[in-house]
């Protein structure tokens, strides 16, 4: 595989911790930050794909309920009419 140079600037203490896990695991900080940046990357693709899914799932699930009817009062209204129902209750 062929490696490119790149710099980047790091908190001091994430700096630390790279030199202390390259030590304890007897290989370069170079690599250290090359295994946590494909993990991280793996990470970050794959909840991307997660909330891909969870999105459309809920679309599946609004196309096989919906009447095509208009709702005669908005969710807002609802609320608010729960919110009194309580109140009286409490009086």
Known sequence: MQMQKTMM???S?????IKKVAETEGT???????VALEAGLGTAESQKNASAQSLLKLAEIGRKYRTGEQPKT???EEIDKMWQSWGKGNE
Do not use: C, D, G, T
């Not at 203490?13 to 911790?17: A, L, P, V």
């Not at 900080?29 to 090359?34: G, H």
């Open 9 to 11: 600037y790091l908190p």
């Open 13 to 17: 203490y994430i700096k630390e911790r």
């Open 28 to 34: 370069s900080q170079a690599e250290v930050m090359r």
């Open 74 to 76: 908005s969710a807002v």
